[in-house]
């Protein structure tokens, strides 16, 4: 591979990084940009055949279906999704509720997919009795749980998705339970301990203060657009992955488990299913892929941009960044420093 491919691989990646972070528009169609530079990618290294183009038409399949199926079954369950909420409320006190209600979101989220999951999730905020401030820590806890479940099947998000396809030939051969054995391990605690901060924190049943509300309701139509742009940021990052496979091969492949562990923190300010496309390769040790794995999990909860969970719910409760990241970013420092030195320890 010459060096004029490499450098241009890594100005796509230059790009990749930095214009959806510093661009509006770029970041509103995130899709299309991720395409174009997928097939920049592609034709720098010269890597067009037609297996990718097979590849890059069925991967999105699964996935795409989940969240029409489950979005049309969501759309129709609204109302049984608030009067079960109630009935828990009544039941259990606020507190067991959110726990019970964040904990299954998490490890649901990788069979209802993070997408939907996120949406259950502004639905059952805008009905708990909680002022402002208590419900946007509930709904960063409860992102974190989803980002970290959503992860252990390959329909649970997109960062998924494309990890298992990238690593389904050898020496991984990853099927679809391959990120559930290498991660469960891992994701338990953070959902179980987020699910506890959520509910026995600070939480403040609202009286005459703000509260989240949700834009409007979605119809059909909308439903099907987002599957639609789930099956195209999916292709995207199959074009992206095998594009920048000669870069990632010859930079990333190569770091210690350390300096992969912190190269994913970038994912605080990128979705984290675009880097995983870019970085995690075939060649890497099942270690390394663990470290950059939890390294983009953790990162990609601190801040809006990191995650799909966060961008939806942002969007639809009018969450701003400020408000997201005074209450995501301290936990995620933690978690980031604990399995930081649990990673050294056991590996």
Known sequence: MSYAVIANLALIMALVL?????IKRV???LEIFLLIMGVAAMTVSGLWNWHIVRESLAEPIKISLAVLVIGLIFKAARG???DTVRFLEARLGIRNTVFLVVMLLGFASS?????????ILCEIVTCLNLDRKSEIRVTVYACYAIGFGAALTPIGEPLSTIVTAKLAGPPHNADFFYLARLLLVWVTPVILTVSWLAAYGRLTEKGTGNTLFQDNSEDTKQVAMRAAKVYLFVM???YLGTGLSPLAEKAVASLENWQLYWLGTTSAVLDNATLAAAEIVPSMTR???LSILLSLLISGGMLIPGNIPNIISAAKLDIKSREWAQIAVPPGLV???VYFITLLVVY
């Open 18 to 22: 930095l214009l959806p972070f510093s």
């Open 27 to 29: 970041e509103e169609e």
């Open 80 to 82: 049984l999704i608030q």
């Open 111 to 119: 069979v209802l997919t993070a997408i939907i999951a996120a949406l």
């Open 236 to 238: 995207a990052l199959v």
């Open 287 to 289: 270690t390394q892929i």
């Open 335 to 337: 978690l980031l420093a």
